[in-house]
């Protein structure tokens, strides 16, 4: 399978403090990659590796063959979208002001809105769920529907590669499902997905490219039917389970045991 978007052999770390060493991985085309694993085994770090917030100490992060450092701002946020924790709206702004913000890689120096911006703003709020609060200040709004709103400002950035770090956070059971399925939606239509994911079930039910780290490692990789059992769960989070069939996709479930 192509991959436009490699990491090989990185080591990352903060300051002095080295979290993953030598790590490689090829983010499959037109794939949902969830990346699962513990608390600070390096998924996140990873992200901010592919996305140029974070340089290597050696090894590089490529995308169509040059490193991600080489390339042009505008012209790489134009081909990757990035979602990551903790973001804070500009104080006072309404939503439909923020999503616009997606739009930035496209337009030029005069930051001047076009016929195409406004329509990628309604549409990415449309699939987002947050339209009705187009004209809502930020700050008003609750936890998940800031989320669905910073959601919808990444969707509006149109890229054919979209990286979220944990982007079920504050959501509800049922938001939480309906974003998972638009994911899958949009890697069915041909976009890139890499999502940082905590509920592994949720994994395997939308993902079609697990990859499992810890310790600041790639534990292993691949469909979720032929990388998750049993032992995976124990030599990854400790967890003793059963993994069957879920009975409504086939897909991977796991059952804690404990």
């Known amino acids: 399978m192509s991959s436009r978007l490699t990491a090989q052999d990185v080591t990352l770390s903060y300051g002095e403090r080295v979290v993953s060493t030598?790590?490689?991985?090829?983010v499959p085309d037109g794939s949902f990659?969830?990346?699962v694993g513990p608390n600070a085994c390096g998924k996140s770090t990873?992200?901010?590796?592919f996305v140029r917030l974070l340089t290597p100490?050696?090894?590089?992060?490529?995308l169509d063959g040059r490193d991600v450092a080489d390339h042009r701002p505008k012209r790489f946020a134009r081909q990757v979208g990035f979602l990551p924790q903790g973001l804070v709206a500009p104080e006072n702004i309404i939503v439909r002001r923020l999503v616009a913000r997606g739009r930035y890689p496209h337009q030029s120096l005069l930051g001047t809105g076009s016929t195409a911006d406004e329509d990628a703003v309604r549409s990415a709020m449309a699939v987002a769920g947050v339209a009705d609060l187009a004209e809502r200040p930020v700050e008003e709004l609750s936890g998940g529907q800031r989320q669905r709103v910073w959601i919808a400002m990444v969707l509006a950035q149109e890229t054919p590669y979209l990286l979220l770090d944990e982007p079920?956070?504050?959501l509800d059971i049922t938001h939480q499902y309906e974003l998972l399925a638009l994911f899958a939606r949009l890697r069915d239509e041909g976009r890139t997905i890499v999502a940082v994911l905590?509920?592994?079930n949720q994994a395997c039910r939308f993902a079609d490219h697990i990859v499992a780290m810890k310790d600041g490692r790639v534990v292993t990789q691949g469909p979720p039917s032929d990388v998750v059992d049993a032992a995976l769960m124990g030599e990854v989070f400790g967890l003793p389970s059963l993994v069957m069939p879920n009975p409504a996709t086939g897909t991977p479930m796991v059952v804690p045991t404990v």
């Open 33 to 35: 990659t969830a990346i």
């Open 22 to 26: 030598r790590v490689s991985l090829a």
């Open 46 to 49: 990873l992200l901010k590796a």
């Open 198 to 200: 905590h509920d592994i």
């Open 57 to 62: 100490s050696s090894g590089t992060v490529h």
């Open 168 to 170: 079920t956070t504050f």
